[in-house]
């Protein structure tokens, strides 16, 4: 435990002092929701914002936090202590879990507080839908950490496949905006029932079709990563 | 009593044999070198000792523990220094010290550690920005963080100006006078000869020869561990 809160406390202190994570999962959808405070269903947007900053989070720098350390051999430092590996990887997952929320909550609070929008009618199921969304995305993000040969392919995988998804999944932008084949595109996109679990919980009615999806997408990603991982 | 035990070890890569049949012992207590070229089959053995690789054939036992099984219960007590093995570049050395620290069931006190190892002024500085030697410190600090009862060092002065490369001697005395076993993977036969009790002179995945410096010294009829070296590396049967 002792080993846990210190790996993850200091996998949290790295990633906030990395501008690039700072910017992109705290300012920047801040940011976003300035730019569109204007619009009457900002209660639309803000859930988007909670499932771009998780995926910008575990798709795009997870992978390349994860493929630096293996490259660097980081991993295999940390090998050589009594340190278990599933210690090291859930202390990963804590600070970008904990890393994602700071983001959220800044967004939402901003929203609720700032912008007057309704705060969320289910929090429990939205704590749930982030949480689940959160999973999703490390699950994905641990995948493309898996099968990058390099930290640098790590990472443009990771910001190839996480960039076309927050448009298409509707969490950057709603996708009642896209185009007819776009729109068609975002619905087998394990990312847009991530948007539509935190949205149906903010303001709507969740289902558990939702969450069971979500789920499943969990354990297919995170059975396909422990099949592929590699630690050098 | 004896720390290591290597019988008949043997770790191939492919058509590569790495390591073909090496058996030593380490002794409670013992500074043992580990000497040889670039691809004589050194890292391949260290890393078999410290439960990296597990060997195709023979037994290796390391405080009474297998490696390759037991990876953990061995690394509690071992400390390790790798020649690859980096830190983000963005954690500081305090915090690595201090996150390495808890690591361990009984570490030492890594504030100590850190001023032993002359790292106290850099504590704030982050590991991107130590020049090579600082890392090289920060390295050895970290090996020695939890306490060990055996410490592993692949390449332990490499990267050092020659001034830290005789305060880190005088360290690694400190350590052995403190009854710290201690395995030192060298190219430096200077150092070997200074610091090691014992060294083991691997060839193509054999070890050639194995003794006290003054003894292949001896059997070579040579002035110092340095041409015996050379005569025992590149000696062709």
Redesign the interface.
């Known amino acids: 435990m002792r080993a846990f809160r210190s790996l993850s406390g200091s996998e949290l202190r790295l990633l906030f002092r990395d501008p690039g994570s700072l910017f992109f999962m705290v300012a920047f959808p801040a940011m976003l929701l300035v730019l569109n405070s204007g619009s009457d269903d900002l209660e639309i947007f803000v859930p988007g914002y909670l499932a771009m900053i998780l995926a910008i989070g575990g798709i795009a720098t997870l992978p390349a936090v994860m493929g630096t350390y293996r490259e660097r051999k980081v991993l295999r430092r940390l090998a050589t202590t009594p340190v278990s590996p599933l210690v090291l990887l859930t202390g990963q997952i804590a600070a970008q879990l904990v890393m994602g929320l700071a983001g959220a909550v800044i967004v939402g609070g901003v929203a609720v507080l700032g912008f007057g929008v309704a705060p969320p009618a289910h929090p429990a199921a939205l704590a749930l839908a982030f949480v689940l969304s959160a999973l999703m995305c490390y699950a994905i993000g641990f995948v493309i950490a898996a099968v990058a040969p390099r930290a640098r392919t790590a990472e443009l995988i990771g910001l190839l496949v996480m960039f076309p998804m927050i448009f298409l999944a509707g969490a950057a932008i709603p996708r009642e905006g896209l185009a007819g084949e776009l729109r068609e595109m975002g619905e087998y996109l394990p990312l847009t029932q991530a948007v539509t679990a935190l949205r149906d919980s903010w303001a709507g009615t969740p289902s558990i079709t939702t969450f069971l999806l979500i789920s499943g997408i969990i354990i297919l990603g995170t059975a396909l990563a422990v099949a592929l991982f590699r630690w050098e | 009593m004896t720390v290591i035990e290597v019988e008949d070890l043997s770790k191939s890569y492919g058509d590569t044999r790495a390591v073909d049949g090496v058996t030593f012992a380490v002794k409670r207590g013992e500074t043992f070198g580990v000497l040889g070229h670039n691809g004589a089959g050194k890292t391949t053995t260290v890393e078999c000792l ?3 690789r597990r060997p195709d054939r023979g037994r290796v036992r390391v405080l009474g523990e297998d490696p390759a099984r037991r ?2 219960a061995v ?2 007590r ?1 400390g ?1 220094q ?1 020649q ?5 570049d ?2 500081r050395v305090a ?1 690595a010290m ?3 620290a ?4 009984r570490p030492g006190d890594w504030r100590e550690v850190m001023e032993r190892w002359d790292l106290g002024h850099l504590g704030g500085k982050a590991y991107g920005d130590l020049s090579g030697g600082q890392k090289q410190r920060l390295k050895l600090a970290l090996a020695l963080v ?1 306490g060990p009862e055996l410490v592993v060092l692949d390449e332990l002065t490499t990267g050092l100006d020659p001034v830290a490369r005789r305060e880190t001697w005088t360290l690694i005395g400190d350590l052995k006078a403190s009854g710290t076993t201690v395995v030192l993977v060298s190219h430096f036969m200077d150092e070997a000869e200074e610091l090691c009790d014992r060294v083991a002179v691997f060839r193509r995945g054999r070890i050639a020869a194995l003794g006290t410096p003054r003894e292949l010294t001896g059997r070579t009829g040579t002035g110092s561990l340095e041409e015996a070296y050379l005569a025992l590396a590149e000696e062709r049967r």
């Open positions: 410290v439960g990296l990876r953990r690394a509690r071992m390790v790798l690859e093995g980096e830190l983000p963005r954690m915090e201090r996150v390495f808890t690591l361990y069931d939890g």
